[in-house]
């Protein structure tokens, strides 16, 4: 009962991500956010980057030595181009849906790249993918990389599990590698165990 309830506090948001533009929608309220996928870092005085601009707000590309525009997801052949400009972004949209003073759990990330690439996204791009979502404030992620479903449609829990049968996530990679004790460590273990037995057939 008081998973249910928590959950119905909870927001999920669908990020779809093209070259040019992200769309975010919160499925909870409704808000959308859809601008261009640039952002805008400048110098200033005291030789700090700080980030001055980002979507509608970016107006164009400015001839100041001290400011560059960067589009995080333009590359020729990946999704993802910047990791750390991307976060930022993410970030920035996360704060747009939910508010800085939000109340409540962290929301869950629905990823949905939206450009086509020969033989799809690699495991390099789903694993950023995942971290940037994150570094954002997500609770928990996936990466969907089907036909886009319509809002009313959206289940997380359902899209996950999909997703999985696919490609699994970078969550579940780091799940399975924290199971298995590295070999010190197991070492360690039988020898504990044996000199136990060791001392207890002793008596």
Avoid: C
């Avoid at 940037?132 to 959206?154: D, F, M, Q």
């Avoid at 599990?161 to 590698?177: D, G, I, M, Q, W």
């Amino acid at each position: 009962m008081l998973k249910e309830i928590v959950k119905s506090f909870g927001s999920v948001l669908y990020i779809q991500i093209w070259k040019n533009h992200i769309k975010a929608t919160n499925l909870k309220t409704g808000k959308i956010y859809n601008e261009p996928s640039l952002l805008t870092i400048e110098r200033n005085p005291e030789g700090q980057s700080i980030v001055s601009a980002i979507g509608n707000n970016v107006q164009k590309i400015t001839n100041s030595p001290n400011t560059i525009v960067i589009n995080p997801f333009a590359h020729p052949r990946v999704l993802i181009n910047e990791f750390l400009v991307a976060e930022k972004m993410l970030q920035h949209i996360v704060y747009v849906l939910l508010g800085k003073h939000r109340i409540g759990p962290r929301p869950k990330i629905i990823i949905h790249p939206m450009e086509e690439y020969e033989g799809g996204i690699t495991l390099l791009e789903h694993r950023a993918f995942i971290e940037i979502a994150l570094a954002a404030g997500a609770k928990e992620v996936t990466v969907y990389t089907g036909a886009e479903i319509p809002i009313s449609r959206l289940d997380f829990d359902k899209i996950k599990e999909e997703s999985a049968k696919n490609l699994p996530s970078y969550v579940s990679f780091k799940a399975k590698r924290e199971s298995h004790l590295p070999l010190s460590s197991s070492l360690a273990i039988v020898a504990i165990v044996i000199t136990g037995l060791l001392w207890f057939t002793s008596f």
